[in-house]
């Protein structure tokens, strides 16, 4: 499958393919057509700046089965975001001193592997930082530059999309007061509204008692897709492992591929390395906000 447009060949195997047609209802001999179509809207909102490569586009599509009214309001909610929230999207540097300490601990980590059904899991260590220290919006930030630079490399996202375990191990009260309704609202609109990624489950793994207190404000937000997604753990982790194989997982989450330590080092280089890649598309957000 090609779009000579702009060389667009796909990286997907045969099965990503078959399951994009059946489930996501991605024609490939109307792929070029589909993309002609928000390439040509785009050109009527100059001010999204948005990207206009196929794999960015086709991303997009994929992400609202190639329905246009869809896919053309979550491009829109996807750069008005980045132009609005500039405390998560402005001066991504991953060199910055605040950006190399999140990534040092390992905020946002996708793991290596993919699960049965080929999701792309990804730990979230809420509570991982420091509150007296570090910014929950440079948490935020971090792991979003994190999201971009996965997106690019694992095109199978866009297809199978994303399980989330969010880690609440060390939570506390500092941490909860961070989480102000701006931030949790903003949270979710990416997640449900802007990202063109399909959050499969969301899993919240050692979980204080009071856990619903912090996460009924997120459910305040969510639409009822998203809430039917919310899975809380308290203590055993055996119902996450039917749907993410220990044989996946580091080793300090029960699994047997490899440690936190080699993830984090994985993900600071790779947004290292690619710090031209952030300066450039830092550029692709809205100039005029609604």
């Not at 260590?125 to 930030?141: E, G, I, L, T």
């Not at 792991?143 to 989330?164: C, F, K, N, Q, T």
């Not at 989480?179 to 489950?201: E, F, G, M, S």
Request: net charge neutral; proline share 3%; with cysteine.
């Amino acid at each position: 499958m090609e779009i000579v447009e702009d060389g667009y060949i796909t990286t997907l195997d045969g099965d990503a393919l078959r399951h994009a047609a059946e489930v996501l209802n991605e024609a490939e001999d109307r792929l070029p057509e589909e993309v002609a179509k928000v390439r040509a809207w785009l050109r009527t909102q100059p001010h999204l700046n948005a990207h206009t490569d196929a794999m960015h586009i086709v991303r997009f599509l994929r992400g609202c089965k190639y329905d246009h009214e869809k896919t053309r309001r979550k491009i829109t909610n996807f750069y008005g975001m980045r132009g609005r929230c500039t405390e998560w999207f402005d001066n991504r540097c991953p060199t910055l001193c605040q950006i190399q300490d999140m990534l040092d601990m390992g905020v946002f980590l996708p793991l290596r592997k993919h699960n049965e059904h080929h999701n792309t899991v990804v730990i979230i260590r809420a509570a991982v930082h420091n509150p007296a220290k570090h910014r929950q919006d440079d948490v935020f930030k971090t792991g979003m530059m994190v999201l971009d630079r996965a997106l690019e490399m694992d095109e199978s996202i866009s297809v199978y999309g994303v399980i989330a375990i969010i880690d609440l191990a060390g939570i506390g009260v500092g941490h909860a007061r961070q989480l102000t309704i701006k931030i949790i609202r903003n949270a979710v609109h990416a997640w449900q509204d802007c990202y063109p990624v399909r959050i499969r489950r969301l899993d919240f793994i050692n979980a204080p008692v009071y856990v619903n207190v912090v996460l009924n404000t997120f459910r305040r937000f969510m639409r009822e897709k998203l809430r039917n997604r919310v899975h809380v753990h308290y203590g055993s982790l055996d119902a996450l492992y039917e749907e993410v194989s220990p044989t996946i997982l580091p080793y300090e989450y029960g699994g047997t591929d490899g440690s936190l330590q080699e993830l984090k080092e994985y993900w600071k280089s790779e947004l290292v390395e690619n710090q031209d890649w952030f300066v450039q598309d830092e550029k692709h957000k809205a100039t005029k906000i609604k």
